[in-house]
């Protein structure tokens, strides 16, 4: 037996997203990396969240072998471990259809900073990807799905921006860790709501002002931040 921390830990979190309302059925996953070792740990693929226990989580290399674990790894493995591979910074990865965001992913539209609730977290708009070609959808799908993000942030810094829309898809989230990367996620849900209900109230709605963008983004993020208390 390995990882048996980062497993339960990750267990809970993609527990975490049927709590929060992000997945319906099996539609999502949580995966979390131990950078020493190499090895990730993800949710099984189509396994039903009132069956899955902390035995289930798969153990895999960053080539995508399995090193522990009966069930077959969650089917968006290679979008993950593209992510952790182009971003070494982060310990977890998120993949939802929730409702908001995937609306806008499906219509190819990034989730717009409107508001000081979108700046605490994200520190400017969401990108939308663009269209995977039939080329690539068709041989290494979920390999190219995780390129196409890469490439979407080649001029964009992943930890300010910690999502991304997948267009024609769904969002992919990410964090220090599987439990800030949920935390994300369920942030992201909420602010694309928040945009499709202000685009409705106001047609004509602008972006936050950037100073106002910065300001909300700086009180939470980097050494000049002071929400919160202290050492937490």
């Known amino acids: 037996m390995m990882l ?11 527990m975490a997203l ?25 949710k099984p693929s189509g396994v039903q969240y009132d069956k899955m226990k ?12 399995v090193v522990e674990g009966n069930l077959r790894p969650s089917s968006d493995l290679k979008t993950h471990l593209e992510l952790y591979k182009a971003f070494p910074e982060i310990g977890g990865v998120v993949h939802t259809h929730s409702t908001f965001a995937t609306a806008f992913a499906q219509s ?5 900073a409107y508001g000081t609730t979108h700046a605490d977290t994200f520190y400017g708009d969401i990108p939308c990807t ?15 799905t995780g390129k196409v993000i ?9 930890k300010a921006i910690p999502a991304v829309l997948v267009m024609n898809h ?32 106001n047609p004509d709605i602008r972006n936050v002002d950037k100073y106002l963008l910065k300001k909300h983004y700086e009180r ?13």
């Not at 190819?108 to 717009?112: D, E, K, L």
């Not at 599987?178 to 209900?197: S, T, Y």
């Open 18 to 42: 049927k709590e929060n309302g992000l997945i319906v059925l099996t539609w999502g996953n949580v995966s979390g990396i131990d950078r020493e070792k190499g090895l990730v740990v993800i």
């Open 220 to 232: 939470k993020h980097g050494k000049n931040a002071y929400y919160g208390q202290k050492g937490k």
């Open 54 to 65: 902390k035995e289930d989580m798969v153990v895999v290399d960053l080539n995508g072998n």
């Open 130 to 144: 663009r269209k995977l070609s039939q080329q690539e959808i068709e041989n290494e799908y979920e390999l190219n």
């Open 170 to 201: 769904g969002p992919f989230i990410w964090g220090d860790s599987p439990e800030k990367a949920v935390e994300n996620a369920i942030i992201l849900e909420e602010v694309a709501k928040m945009a499709v209900i202000s685009e409705v109230v």
């Open 108 to 112: 190819g539209v990034c989730i717009s």
């Open 4 to 14: 048996e921390e980062l497993k339960e830990r990750v267990f809970k979190q993609n």
């Open 150 to 158: 890469v490439e979407c942030f080649k001029d964009k810094d992943y």
